[in-house]
């Protein structure tokens, strides 16, 4: 098994060796892969050294997958250069998602449409995926009629930039504005501006949590608002969602139906101050569910509090898993 990460010196590079390695990913070569830049540099993996290549070198030594986290453009750009040498894609960027002819993946909902045929699979967004990893058997038992979200995103979300920028303001320094990954200081501050704006004022992220949500789910009907924040936290993404659903339900059987879902984690004792928190999500792969509780304003009506590591199960985890779901079932 000939592996590639493309992106591997970026931020959800970096973590996604570190999920590689932790899971046991059986790799018999790692191809590092980063920009131009980076090309030639040393980087350690599970204890040994690798030199860093370019595209060109990397499609040449034929990888049997290529997880990319490089950037839209970058995807657009070699995704399918790769593909058309044989290697299998998993593209964490939005390049893909949309794209009719590929499908969006997140293991424990759909895995099941992969086939050998499909060259390039799209990871989802952070904030979709552990939304989605909570709704779908919740949709499948009572139907989501609509959904209302108020996103809370980590700066890490956003990248190094983002990080170094905080950190620096944490400090006390003046930050140059070329220096800045966002328009205003995040620093004990939040930004209702994840991503650019649309024509339509929501912004980029936004839209991402309707289309993907939507596609994941097979249901075009679905209606979904959202709202999403950057906030000054590192450990992960956090998600205030009211969902409506078509059937009556019980919130005893939401929480056992949760408690059944694989990948996720149900946080709910208010008694013991017990909930889902970006700090202890962190470093884990579970999503986290909490506050479970019916919203007596609206007839089926409930609200949930979803967090997870957004760089792990929201994009390196989430990738690997695919990985060995087509490995598991000989797609590559």
Request: hydrophobic residues 40%; glycine residues 6%.
């Amino acid at each position: 098994m000939k592996l590639a990460v493309v992106g591997a010196t970026g931020l959800v590079g970096t973590v996604m060796q570190q999920v590689l390695k932790e899971r046991k990913f059986p790799i018999t070569e790692f191809i590092p892969v980063a920009s131009p830049r980076s090309v030639g540099k040393k980087i350690k993996f599970d204890g040994k050294t690798y030199k860093i290549v370019g595209m060109e070198d990397a499609i040449a030594m034929r990888p049997d997958i290529a997880i990319f986290s490089a950037g839209g453009g970058t995807s657009l750009e070699w995704a399918p250069k790769f593909a058309e040498a044989g290697t299998t894609v998993i593209d964490n960027s939005s390049a893909w998602r949309m794209d009719p002819k590929k499908k969006l993946i997140v293991p424990e909902i759909n895995a099941d449409q992969l086939t050998r045929k499909d060259k390039i699979i799209a990871n989802p967004n952070c904030s979709t995926i552990q939304m989605v990893a909570t709704l779908a058997p919740l949709h499948r038992e009572f139907g989501i009629k609509r959904l209302v979200i108020s996103t809370y995103q980590s700066i890490t979300g956003t990248g190094v930039k983002a990080v170094n920028q905080y950190e620096a303001e944490i400090k006390g320094k003046t930050v140059a504005a070329e220096d800045m990954a966002y328009p205003h200081p995040i620093f004990g501050n939040c930004l209702p501006h994840c991503d650019v704006f649309l024509e339509n004022d929501y912004t980029k992220e936004e839209m991402k949590l309707v289309h993907e949500t939507r596609k994941i789910l097979r249901d075009k009907k679905l209606r979904i608002t959202a709202t999403a924040v950057r906030v000054p936290v590192q450990g992960g993404h956090s998600e205030a969602v009211n969902v409506s659903f078509k059937m009556p339900f019980e919130v005893k059987d939401i929480k056992r139906i949760l408690r059944k879902t694989k990948g996720v984690t149900v946080q709910d004792n208010v008694k013991k101050n017990i909930y889902p928190m970006p700090r202890t999500a962190h470093n884990h792969d579970d999503v986290f569910v909490g506050r479970i509780r019916r919203d007596d304003s609206e007839k089926n009506a409930l609200n949930l509090w979803i967090v997870s590591d957004n760089l792990r199960k929201g994009a390196a985890t989430n990738a690997v898993q695919i990985a060995e779901y087509l490995m598991k079932k000989k797609l590559v």
